[in-house]
């Protein structure tokens, strides 16, 4: 189900308790050093969990937390430990669950079932966004163009003016 790129829960852990160590902390006393990989395993766990698509209530119960304030504090501690690597993950990860969403529904798309062609594009158009795919929007204006823009809106602004000088002189 998952690519080999995404890194086992374990090895994210390790990671994890390998950034958050300094210089000076690595061989301290062995209790410390099991405490904390507990810690890191559990943001690790969590934050999975959170990638999954779980709610920070949901992470709480499955993971006995005290709160879904708790869950969702770990996942942020996480993810500030790990810094690039859960962006690759999470891309990975909603890269796969758009994947099995298409698998689920482009064979009734097939068919030709509306509904099920639009869900399909949809997916489709969220995955290339994902991966930046599109091409850029083109919103460039150069500087001739709106100086023709304004010169216009000048030039209808002075007409309306005439106008009404017109309007004026006659009654």
């Known amino acids: 189900m998952f690519s080999k790129k995404i890194l086992p829960l374990s090895k994210v852990a390790c990671r994890v308790h390998a950034i958050g160590q300094s210089k000076n902390q690595v061989g301290n006393s062995s209790k410390r050093d099991t405490r904390k990989a507990a810690l890191y395993?559990?943001?690790?766990?969590?934050?999975?969990?959170?990638?999954?698509?779980h709610?920070?209530?949901?992470?709480?119960?499955?993971?006995?937390?005290?709160?879904?304030?708790?869950?969702?504090?770990?996942?942020?501690?996480?993810?500030?430990?790990?810094?690039?690597?859960?962006?690759?993950?999470?891309?990975?990860?909603?890269?796969?669950?758009?994947?099995?969403?298409?698998v689920g529904i482009y064979r009734e798309a097939t068919t030709g079932n509306l509904k099920a062609i639009d869900r399909v594009i949809k997916i489709m158009e969220r995955r290339s966004a994902l991966l930046g795919l599109d091409a850029p929007k083109k919103t460039e204006t150069t500087l001739a163009a709106a100086l023709d823009g304004a010169g216009h809106v000048v030039n209808v602004i002075l007409a309306e003016a005439a106008e009404e000088a017109e309007k004026a002189k006659k009654k």
Do not use: C, W
């Open 41 to 53: 395993e559990r943001r690790a766990k969590a934050l999975e969990l959170r990638k999954q698509g």
């Open 55 to 102: 709610t920070f209530d949901q992470i709480a119960k499955m993971m006995n937390y005290a709160d879904k304030s708790a869950a969702a504090r770990h996942v942020r501690e996480a993810i500030r430990e790990i810094i690039a690597e859960p962006t690759r993950e999470v891309v990975e990860y909603e890269k796969l669950r758009l994947d099995n969403m298409l």
